[in-house]
């Protein structure tokens, strides 16, 4: 409120000076430093903005990753085995399907190490997710803040102006008042009769 006053009371040193008056202009240092809080404001709020993005396209790489990583969970995999362990314990097959089966389960006890891999990376790729959704919301919440601080500095320099602006009309009104009553005080030749007496 104080600076507001004082960049005020310099608008008003300023416009008597273009009135004619005998004060020097004043510089609006209060009012470069406003413009310029407001622009670094503006600055701020576009690298941000630019982070945030950054940070969105990066968790969309990572939840791609992810997508790839296990298509068959390590569960499904040992259940399968599980099945087919029993197939050749309980069932009378032949030796060739014996074998082939017991070729199957050795594959599926590859493929279940690889999965069980991926799991690890797959839970590595949960926690950069989950740090840069954390990340990602941190940012939101800064840019609606510095939004916010934006909106108010938006309506206190139009507020300002309004204000100047007011100050300047009720200011020519006071001076055209002033003009027409110093007019009316002038006394043309024009306007004077002359009596003569007798």
Known sequence: MVDFLAELSVEEKNAKVSSGGEEKPVKNDAGAEKK?????????????RKLLLEKIEEIKRLRDRLS????ISVRALTN???????????????????RALMKHIKELDNEIKRAQEREGERAELFKQIKSLDAEIEQLKNELDEMKLNLIKLRAERKKKRAEVR???????????????????????????AIVKKE
Not at 80 to 98: G, M, P, Q, W
């Open 36 to 48: 310029n809080v407001f622009n670094e404001l503006t600055s701020s709020i576009r690298e941000k």
């Open 68 to 71: 790839n990583l296990n298509r």
């Open 80 to 98: 399968k085995r599980k099945r087919l362990e029993f197939k050749v314990s309980t069932e009378a097959i032949t030796l060739d399907k014996e």
């Open 166 to 192: 007011k100050r300047k009309e009720m200011k020519e009104r006071r001076e055209k008042r002033h003009q027409v009553k110093s007019e009316e005080l002038v006394v043309n030749l024009e306007d004077i």
